[in-house]
């Protein structure tokens, strides 16, 4: 049974960091990539990228040079450093998962989410 465990949201003040961790289980490193998404009440769906099988990493404009993705495949977990956040990152956080490459909007397997609040 395929899980994503999020962790480490929470509230910060603006120009502060937060780490997230999404603990896998039941996907084998070498056969899926990782990335995370948010979410924000009303808005759609935004994947702001993640780490390939390979290594890749891709991120969207609206978090480059700010996040920082890591995985660590020997623990099964994904890691998002986030710093200098603003209030426009405030929003749900989801883990992703896919086997196709990855994930975007329509990413396989989901996580619960873990909620970063920014505030000003």
């Known amino acids: 049974q395929v899980s994503l465990a999020e962790s480490g949201g929470g509230s910060v003040q603006s120009g502060g960091s937060l780490r997230l961790s999404c603990a896998v289980s039941g996907l084998a490193p070498s056969d899926y990539a990782l990335g995370w998404a948010r979410q924000v009440p009303g808005k759609e769906r935004e994947a702001i990228g993640g780490v390939d099988i390979d290594g890749k990493i891709i991120y969207a404009d609206s978090v480059k040079g700010r996040f920082t993705f890591s995985r660590d495949n020997a623990k099964n977990t994904l890691y998002l450093q986030m710093n200098n956040l603003n209030v426009d990152d405030t929003a749900m956080y989801y883990c992703?998962?896919?086997?196709?490459?990855?994930?975007?909007?329509?990413?396989?397997?989901w996580g619960q989410g873990t909620q970063v609040t920014v505030s000003s």
């Open positions: 992703t998962a896919d086997p196709r490459g990855i994930p975007g909007p329509d990413a396989r397997y």
